[in-house]
């Protein structure tokens, strides 16, 4: 069974310049989840799916994050415009349902310079 | 708000010892207590997890303990081995949404 996809695995930026993330999750997992993870650091909820619906995003910058799950398989993660402290990993995770073990994916290391 | 603290921040241990990471958490909502394991460049992978209603629970060399009182779990892995040189992060969760810890880096020399 294939894991969580995500893609780009590395993407670098100018500041200010928009950037976005894919993932695909396992499949048949209902719930998606975008992580953000600082050098040294745990990672860090932005955004939660269930299927189409975003159930938390409580997290989610939304002044320059934006994020999306048509058809409640796929996700993309946006940001616009890149700051340098964005400068980060972004996992994505998925499980089967909203309170089951959470499968992560390689994630994409952003660099803004 | 760091809801869970883990420690150590890193720590050496010889092949064949045992190695020991502690967490605690504040919140008592929360009846989920996963551990991760990430290799660099890496996503974390799950390795054990344990709900409140049990004090301990072992798969192969790692076992979780879990003290609720206390609101304390930690990770033993024993018989380190140079392959299980990573970093762990504990995570606490309710209703499916997860903190975790800080991580901490395992080196295990041959």
């Known amino acids: 069974e294939a894991g969580v996809v995500q893609s780009p695995r590395y993407k670098i930026i100018e500041k200010k310049q928009p950037v976005a993330f894919w993932c695909n ?28 619906e975003a159930v938390d995003d409580s997290q989610l910058p939304k002044d320059r994050f934006s994020a999306e799950r048509l058809k409640g398989v ?4 946006k940001i616009q415009p890149a700051e340098l402290g964005d ?27 | 708000q760091q809801q869970v603290k883990q420690s150590p921040q890193s720590l050496i241990v010889q ?3 045992i ?11 929360f009846d989920y207590f996963p551990w991760y394991q990430q290799f660099p460049g890496k996503g974390p992978a799950l390795l054990i997890a344990i709900r409140p209603d049990v004090s301990e629970k072992k798969e192969g060399r790692f076992t979780i303990s ?18 299980d040189s990573a ?9 499916g949404k997860l903190q975790f810890g800080a991580g901490t880096q395992v080196v295990v020399t041959p």
């Open chain 1, 25 to 52: 999750p396992i499949s048949g997992h209902n719930t998606l989840y975008w992580y953000l993870q600082n050098l040294g650091q745990g990672p860090e909820l932005l955004i939660r799916y269930e299927n189409e």
């Open chain 1, 74 to 77: 796929d996700s993309t993660l």
């Open chain 1, 87 to 113: 400068s980060a990993v972004y996992l994505c995770a998925s499980s089967l349902v909203l309170e089951g073990e959470q499968y992560f994916g390689p994630g994409t290391r952003l660099t803004v310079t």
């Open chain 2, 15 to 17: 092949k064949g010892g």
């Open chain 2, 19 to 29: 190695s020991i990471i502690n967490c605690a958490y504040e919140n008592t909502a």
């Open chain 2, 66 to 83: 879990f003290n609720k009182s206390a609101k304390q779990f930690s990770l033993h892995i024993m018989d380190s081995q140079p392959g």
């Open chain 2, 87 to 95: 970093t762990y992060f504990c995570a606490a969760g309710a209703w």
